[in-house]
C-alpha cells in the first residue's frame, strides 16, 4: 500500500506532466536578418506582419559577411579583420577573434560552431576555419585538404 | 605564392541530416572548381556540383536540408541570380538557374532559407539604383519583391532567424 507522501509525489508527477503536454506557444517570430555594408548597419526584418518592420540592431558596423542560430540567439558577422557575435537585438556585441578579408561564414548550430573563410594578407588564396561560439580569440584552421581539422 | 591547396570560399553546414557535412565552394588550387561536401572533422571530401565555369561569382552559399537542396548567389553579368543543385552525395554536375536578378545590371549579394514556408530570400542592388529583397519557391517560382530598399543600402549577407514566442501569461514547465 502506498504512503500519503507517496501518493502525493505521484500527484504532482501527474499535474507536471499534464501542464508540460499542455504547453502553449505564442507562436513564431520570423526575422531577416542582414548586414547593410553602405550604412554600417546590422538590420533585421519582422516577417510576421503583412508590411515587412525594418529595425536597426547595430550601428557602426562594417559587416560583409552575417550568420544566425536561432537556438543560441546569437548573430555573427565579419567586417575587415574581425569576427563578431552578439545576442539576436544587437546586444552585447563581442569581438571572437580576428581575421583576413571575410569571404564566408557558417553556423553549426548543433555544436555551436562557427566556420568562415578568407583571404590572410600573405596567401593568394582563402582558407577555412572554425571556433567554438565561446572560444574567444582561438581558431583552427579548416583543412580538407590534409582531412585535419586542427590543422 | 603557390595555390594552397585547400582553398574555400564560400561555406554552409547541414545541422539538419543526421550525417552533419560542410559544403564548400573552390575556384581555384590543385583540385577542380565545384562545390565540395565533407565531415566536419574535414574527413571524405567530395565533389559534389561540377560544371559551373563562374563559381568564382558566387557571392552567397546556403542550404535547404529539408528538401535537400543546395541554394547560392551568383553575381556578374548576364545570368547574376539564385542557383540551386542537390544535395545527393554524389559527383553530379547538376546545377540550375533558379531565379535571375532584376535586370543585367545588377549584383545578387545575399541567400537565406526559410524552410518552413519553402521560400529563398535573395538580396541584390541594381546598378546605380535601390537595393531590393526578393522571395521566391524553392523551384525558383513565384518570384516577388520582398522589400525595397535604398539607393544607399548594400546588403552583404543576410540571415534568416525564427524565435518562438511564449503565450503572455503561460506558465511554462519543463519537465
Same mark, same amino acid.
Given at each position: 500500500?502506498?504512503s500519503?507522501?507517496t501518493?502525493?509525489?505521484?500527484? =504532482?508527477?501527474f499535474?507536471?506532466?499534464?501542464?508540460?503536454?499542455?504547453?502553449?506557444?505564442?507562436? =513564431?517570430?520570423?526575422?531577416?536578418?542582414?548586414?547593410?555594408?553602405?550604412a554600417?548597419?546590422i538590420?533585421?526584418? %519582422?516577417m510576421?506582419?503583412?508590411?515587412p518592420a525594418?529595425?536597426?540592431?547595430?550601428?557602426?558596423? /562594417?559587416?560583409?559577411?552575417?550568420?544566425?542560430?536561432? /537556438?543560441?540567439g546569437?548573430?555573427f558577422?565579419?567586417?575587415?579583420?574581425r569576427?563578431?557575435?552578439?545576442?539576436?537585438?544587437g546586444?552585447?556585441?563581442?569581438q571572437?577573434t580576428?581575421?583576413?578579408w571575410?569571404y564566408?561564414l557558417?553556423v553549426?548550430?548543433?555544436?555551436?560552431?562557427?566556420y568562415?573563410?578568407?583571404k590572410?594578407?600573405a596567401q %593568394?588564396?582563402?582558407?577555412?576555419?572554425?571556433c567554438?561560439?565561446n572560444c574567444?580569440g582561438?581558431?583552427s584552421?579548416?583543412c580538407?585538404?590534409?582531412?585535419?581539422r586542427?590543422? | 605564392m *603557390?595555390a594552397? @591547396?585547400?582553398?574555400?570560399?564560400?561555406?554552409? +553546414?547541414?545541422?539538419?541530416n543526421?550525417n552533419?557535412?560542410?559544403y564548400?565552394s573552390?575556384?581555384? &588550387?590543385i583540385?577542380?572548381?565545384?562545390?565540395y561536401? !565533407?565531415?566536419?572533422?574535414?574527413?571524405? $571530401?567530395?565533389?559534389?556540383?561540377?560544371?559551373?565555369?563562374r563559381?568564382?561569382?558566387?557571392?552567397?552559399?546556403?542550404?535547404?536540408?529539408?528538401? &535537400?537542396?543546395?541554394?547560392?548567389? $551568383?553575381?556578374g553579368? @548576364?545570368?547574376?541570380?539564385v542557383?540551386?543543385?542537390?544535395m545527393?552525395?554524389?559527383?553530379?554536375?547538376?546545377?540550375?538557374?533558379?531565379?535571375?536578378s532584376?535586370?543585367?545590371?545588377?549584383?545578387?549579394k545575399?541567400v !537565406?532559407? *526559410?524552410?518552413d514556408?519553402?521560400k529563398i530570400?535573395?538580396?541584390y542592388?541594381?546598378?546605380?539604383?535601390?537595393a531590393e529583397?526578393?522571395r521566391c519557391?524553392?523551384?525558383?517560382?513565384?518570384?516577388?519583391?520582398? +522589400?525595397?530598399? !535604398?539607393?544607399?543600402? !548594400?546588403?552583404?549577407g543576410?540571415?534568416?532567424?525564427e524565435?518562438v514566442?511564449?503565450?503572455a501569461?503561460?506558465? +511554462?514547465?519543463?519537465d
Amino acid at each position: 500500500m502506498r504512503s500519503n507522501k507517496t501518493n502525493m509525489a505521484l500527484m =504532482v508527477t501527474f499535474v507536471v506532466v499534464q501542464l508540460s503536454t499542455f504547453m502553449a506557444f505564442g507562436g =513564431v517570430d520570423k526575422y531577416l536578418y542582414f548586414s547593410n555594408h553602405e550604412a554600417n548597419t546590422i538590420e533585421r526584418i %519582422k516577417m510576421n506582419n503583412s508590411t515587412p518592420a525594418r529595425e536597426v540592431i547595430l550601428t557602426g558596423r /562594417d559587416a560583409m559577411e552575417l550568420a544566425a542560430d536561432s /537556438d543560441a540567439g546569437y548573430i555573427f558577422w565579419m567586417d575587415t579583420y574581425r569576427v563578431w557575435r552578439a545576442e539576436l537585438d544587437g546586444a552585447n556585441p563581442t569581438q571572437l577573434t580576428t581575421c583576413g578579408w571575410p569571404y564566408s561564414l557558417a553556423v553549426d548550430t548543433v555544436n555551436e560552431e562557427l566556420y568562415w573563410s578568407d583571404k590572410q594578407s600573405a596567401q %593568394k588564396n582563402s582558407l577555412l576555419w572554425w571556433c567554438r561560439y565561446n572560444c574567444i580569440g582561438r581558431l583552427s584552421r579548416y583543412c580538407h585538404a590534409c582531412s585535419n581539422r586542427q590543422c | 605564392m *603557390d595555390a594552397s @591547396p585547400d582553398t574555400a570560399m564560400r561555406a554552409a +553546414i547541414d545541422n539538419v541530416n543526421s550525417n552533419m557535412y560542410i559544403y564548400f565552394s573552390t575556384t581555384s &588550387g590543385i583540385y577542380t572548381q565545384g562545390i565540395y561536401r !565533407a565531415n566536419l572533422d574535414a574527413s571524405n $571530401r567530395v565533389l559534389q556540383v561540377d560544371g559551373d565555369s563562374r563559381l568564382n561569382e558566387m557571392n552567397s552559399l546556403t542550404l535547404n536540408p529539408t528538401l &535537400g537542396q543546395i541554394v547560392y548567389a $551568383r553575381t556578374g553579368n @548576364p545570368n547574376n541570380g539564385v542557383y540551386g543543385a542537390d544535395m545527393t552525395g554524389e559527383v553530379n554536375s547538376g546545377y540550375s538557374l533558379l531565379a535571375l536578378s532584376n535586370g543585367g545590371y545588377s549584383y545578387t549579394k545575399g541567400v !537565406a532559407v *526559410d524552410q518552413d514556408d519553402d521560400k529563398i530570400y535573395y538580396a541584390y542592388e541594381i546598378y546605380q539604383g535601390n537595393a531590393e529583397i526578393w522571395r521566391c519557391d524553392s523551384d525558383g517560382s513565384n518570384a516577388e519583391q520582398f +522589400i525595397e530598399l !535604398a539607393v544607399d543600402d !548594400a546588403i552583404t549577407g543576410l540571415g534568416f532567424v525564427e524565435i518562438v514566442v511564449p503565450d503572455a501569461g503561460t506558465v +511554462i514547465i519543463i519537465d
